[in-house]
């Protein structure tokens, strides 16, 4: 192997930060809570915090050698079901038994005298997190990094093929007719964030409904936003998947539709550069498989039958512009001064070019 770690590792590896301001925790409070749970480990507990995020917050805990990652709703959030923590944990809590990349669920509190929020605790796993471009500290080789991505779509195909049953998870979700709500609920809230300077895409949401598969009968578990970043792989070995993190979006439904979802981030070395300047990994890295390469192995792995692909890419690149799309409608009526924001209609007017690139090269 020509990857090179070791001297590397700290680097690789996510460090917590101090707490941002207005972000902290009571820590009496907390270390009360959770002695009944943790012991005499609570007395030396401190608190960081994870960087990034504009979702749920994420605190390393650590007490000695012991660490565990606490979750909670950003504060001021008033919207309880798009940060659903116990939703969270009993989803955690079903896959620990069947699917091993999960995070050990450890404690969830509803006791909002606690922090003021639901919470909850699981386990911490320490690896690499890679993220648009491969750290300087890893190196891989192109055949490295073909088996790493292979590994990334094998992992989601082990997560659809896990027994609903055996998880706890049969009466999970609305798997009937999740397809049909996706390209309708997605087509409502882009319409709805439309600004003057959004694209049309209106051919595209026509185009979606009219290629919309009938129900596959396929159900799984789905991760909703399973991508590079939201992995992490072993700081000994690189090629190897120790956890998956982010399971706030997860629902039972087409598997299908998760895998169009994870392409939709995909940009490959022979795509446009108005595609291929906003990926959100290196998939255009000497190497990396190709999205019929994917598709392939995805297929023969899982024995789910991938004819209509490209209905499902064209909806994970619609379904990324929404979540664009929205963003930036927040931005241009003063709802939030990010700048980082300012720049997202570019993306998405890249993603309506690629969904027209698909629809007018597919055969379906």
């Known amino acids: 192997m020509t990857h090179d770690v070791k001297q590397e590792e700290h680097k690789l590896v996510d460090q917590p930060q101090q707490v941002r301001s207005g972000e902290e925790l009571d820590m009496d409070k907390l270390r009360e809570h959770l002695r009944p749970v943790l012991g005499g480990l609570v007395d030396q507990l401190s608190v960081r915090q994870f960087p990034g995020g504009y979702s749920n917050l994420t605190y390393l805990l650590t007490s000695g050698e012991h660490k565990w990652v606490l979750r909670r709703p950003p504060f001021g959030s008033t919207v309880k079901s798009a940060h659903d923590m116990g939703r969270e944990f009993r989803i955690l809590t079903a896959l620990d038994k069947v ?32 993220r648009r471009e491969y750290p300087s500290g890893l190196q891989l080789s192109p055949e490295q990094v073909r088996q790493q991505f292979f590994t990334l779509f094998d992992v989601l195909g082990e997560l659809h093929s896990v027994d609903l049953k055996a998880a706890g998870l049969e009466n999970f979700g609305k798997p009937e007719g999740y397809v049909t709500r996706q390209v309708e609920g997605w087509s409502k809230r882009y319409l709805a964030a439309v600004t003057d300077d959004a694209p049309d895409f209106a051919p595209v949401m026509d185009w979606l409904k ?68 906003y990926r959100a990994m290196p998939s255009d890295a000497p190497g990396a498989p190709t999205r019929e390469e994917i598709v392939a192995r995805f297929s023969e792995r899982t024995g789910i039958p991938v004819d209509n692909i490209d209905f499902y890419f064209c909806f994970g690149l619609f379904r990324l512009a929404g979540i664009g799309q929205q963003i930036y409608y927040r931005y241009a009526n003063g709802l939030t001064q990010d700048e980082r924001f300012a720049r997202l209609i570019e993306k998405v007017h890249s993603l309506r070019k690629m969904c027209e690139l698909v629809i007018s090269r597919s055969r379906l």
């Not at 091993?100 to 796993?125: Q, R």
């Not at 009938?214 to 590079?228: F, P, W």
């Open 99 to 130: 699917f091993p990349y999960a995070p050990k669920p450890v404690h969830f509190c509803d006791d909002h005298d606690v922090l003021g929020c639901d919470f909850y605790l699981m386990s911490y796993i320490e690896g690499i997190v890679i």
């Open 210 to 277: 009219d290629k919309m598969p009938t129900e596959s009968g396929v159900v799984g578990v789905i991760h909703n936003d399973y991508k590079l970043d939201n992995v992490i792989w072993s700081a000994d070995n690189p090629l190897k998947m120790i956890g998956v993190l982010d399971w706030e979006m997860t629902t039972v439904g087409d598997p299908l539709m998760d895998l169009g979802c994870t392409l939709g981030y995909w940009a490959q070395a022979d795509d446009p550069e108005f595609f291929r300047q």
